[in-house]
T-cell receptor, first 107, second 115 residues
Framework: TQLLEQSPQFLSIQEGENLTVYCNSS?????LQWYRQEPGEGPVLLVT?????EVKKLKRLTFQFGDARKDSSLHITAAQPGDTGLYLC???????FGAGTRLTVKP | EAGVAQSPRYKIIEKRQSVAFWCNPI?????LYWYQQILGQGPKLLIQ????????DSQLPKDRFSAERLKGVDSTLKIQPAKLEDSAVYLC?????????????FGEGSRLTVL
């Protein structure tokens, strides 16, 4: 079992601020996925990162996969209230999730 | 394309009673997952099916939980008898390819409250 640790657990910021959340493990992953979950709904896939050192951009979201494929980060530029939600990472080898980072963006 | 369907959306039972949840995955998706999500936590994998075979059930509490996917399409998750700590949202997800770069599509979940 490949354990994923996410930090911070909670994050509350003002609209327009930048933020970074992290997903770390001692295990190597063939690929890693990021999902966002809103209240009362299931998680929705944001991105899959596959190659060590890979950087993927999705509008204001930038995802990075560590060179050693053990960790990943999600950076949001100029956060908006619509970014509020639970951000989850999952190892695609066994589809186990971390505990998530709960983000609140205040207008 | 229809999404993953789950029912019921909400269920309230007393401890020691039994409950069953149903999931119909996206058509053509061979892999089906059941997750348990306790309030404030990430989803915990309970069981993964590939067609009608079990791939991983290492985290399924087999003394009280059971799941089946008899014809390789829809699936049922049962809890008998329920405990207070089983209160959670039970999420079903399906994937075309089953892991690695395969995207998981989730249903809205079934929220269980055990009193």
């Amino acid at each position: 079992t490949q354990l994923l640790e996410q930090s911070p657990q909670f994050l509350s910021i003002q609209e327009g601020e930048n933020l970074t959340v992290y997903c770390n493990s001692s295990s190597v992953f063939s690929s890693l996925q990021w999902y966002r979950q809103e209240p009362g709904e299931g998680p929705v896939l944001l991105v899959t990162v596959v190659t060590g050192g890979e950087v993927k951009k999705l509008k204001r979201l930038t995802f990075q996969f560590g060179d050693a494929r053990k960790d990943s980060s999600l950076h949001i530029t100029a956060a908006q209230p619509g970014d509020t939600g639970l951000y989850l990472c999952a190892g695609a080898d066994d589809m186990r999730f971390g505990a998530g980072t709960r983000l609140t963006v205040k207008p | 394309e229809a999404g993953v369907a789950q029912s019921p959306r909400y269920k309230i039972i007393e401890k020691r009673q039994s409950v069953a949840f149903w999931c119909n995955p996206i058509s053509g998706h061979a892999t089906l997952y059941w997750y348990q999500q306790i309030l404030g936590q990430g989803p915990k994998l309970l069981i993964q099916f590939q067609n009608n075979g079990v791939v991983d059930d290492s985290q399924l509490p087999k003394d009280r939980f059971s799941a089946e996917r008899l014809k390789g399409v829809d699936s049922t998750l049962k809890i008998q008898p329920a405990k207070l700590e089983d209160s959670a949202v039970y999420l079903c997800a399906s994937s075309r390819t089953g892991g690695h770069t395969g995207e998981l599509f989730f249903g809205e979940g079934s929220r269980l409250t055990v009193l």
